[in-house]
């Protein structure tokens, strides 16, 4: 039974530690799971009993690198909250750390569990500027359209035609979504 905060949490921190510092010290392709348990001050079979194998560890590390640490900022309307969010969620996916931790979070996950958590960021992160908008008496489309005509495209582009992505794709993005939804 895993406590919270107990010893499970401390392993897990010493060992996402470990691996972000050992990431920038000696690169991802030098990584093993026995340099990072030495670093992390756990055996190596402590990291394969809980995470598997090297590439189910990049990935846990990865969703937790991609978790939004604040909300979204209110620029007082929903176009100009989403069109502020989809411009950040582009600069921060299409980085070249966002995108080999989107490659990371997706490579280690057989059961799609760490793509479900992404997404789940992202639809929390919209479900607020959403919420936001109704209390101001805005008419808004579903979080899920929101998903389907915004991020969907972009992660499409990140992912497969990360050339030329701008801040301009991601108002256009937003601007066609008000069009076909709330214009």
């Not at 401390?10 to 060992?15: C, D, E, K, N, S």
């Not at 009993?49 to 909300?71: C, I, K, M, N, Q």
């Not at 808004?140 to 495209?153: G, K, N, Q, Y």
């Not at 801040?167 to 993005?173: F, S, T, W």
Request: aromatic share 6%; hydrophobic share 40%.
């Amino acid at each position: 039974m895993v406590r919270p905060g107990g010893r499970s949490t401390r392993v897990q921190q010493a060992v996402h530690t470990a691996t972000q510092e050992l990431m920038a010290e000696v690169g991802r392709d030098a990584l093993t799971v026995p340099l990072i348990a030495t670093r992390a001050g756990v055996t190596p079979s402590t990291i394969y009993r809980r995470w598997g194998d090297l590439r189910e560890l990049l990935s846990d590390v990865a969703v937790e690198r991609l978790r939004p640490e604040t909300e979204p900022e209110d620029h007082g309307t929903l176009a100009a909250d989403l069109a502020a969010w989809a411009e950040q969620f582009l600069d921060e996916m299409n980085s070249p750390p966002g995108r080999a931790y989107t490659r990371d979070a997706l490579l280690g996950d057989p059961d799609g569990t760490n793509a479900g958590q992404c997404s789940d960021y992202a639809a929390e992160q919209i479900g607020i500027i959403v919420a936001r908008a109704d209390r101001r008496g805005e008419s808004t489309p579903d979080v899920e359209v929101i998903l389907d005509r915004v991020v969907a495209p972009m992660m499409y582009r990140i992912l497969f035609r990360p050339d030329g992505l701008s801040a301009d794709y991601a108002h256009r993005l937003v601007d066609d979504l008000f069009a076909a939804h709330i214009g």
